[in-house]
Nanobody, 117 residues
Framework: QVQLVESGGGLVQPGGSLRLSCAASGSAFRFVTMGWYRQAPGKQRELVAHITSGGSTNYADSMKGRFTISRDNAKSTMYLQMNSLNPEDTAVYYC???????????WGQGTQVTVSS
């Protein structure tokens, strides 16, 4: 069973930046599409962006131009660079498979991002 560990969250002021990381155990990571998701209080989990094994990316409309997803298959790690953060970005951020890879691994604990002045 693949284990996912998210990190890099924290408290940031509006307009600030954060870089999240997602580390996956095992060797399957390099073969699957991966995605970042987030869940705000009282809301359903939503897709932020996903990236194929070859590096093609797709973003939710509200994240385009502000967030950048990337991955390092050699390290089984995925990243999310978040710029121009606003309070609406406050949520717990999770990583998991995504896109055409529909089988989900066990969800990790997520990493809390709080945007507040």
């Amino acid at each position: 069973q693949v284990q996912l560990v998210e990190s890099g969250g924290g408290l940031v002021q509006p307009g600030g930046s954060l870089r999240l990381s997602c580390a996956a155990s095992g060797s399957a990571f390099r073969f699957v599409t991966m995605g970042w998701y987030r869940q705000a209080p009282g809301k359903q989990r939503e897709l932020v962006a996903h990236i194929t094994s070859g590096g093609s990316t797709n973003y939710a409309d509200s994240m385009k131009g502000r967030f950048t997803i990337s991955r390092d298959n050699a390290k089984s790690t995925m990243y999310l660079q978040m710029n121009s953060l606003n309070p609406e970005d406050t949520a717990v951020y999770y990583c998991n498979t995504g896109g055409a890879t529909t089988t989900r691994w066990a969800w990790g604990q997520g990493t809390q991002v709080t945007v507040s002045s």
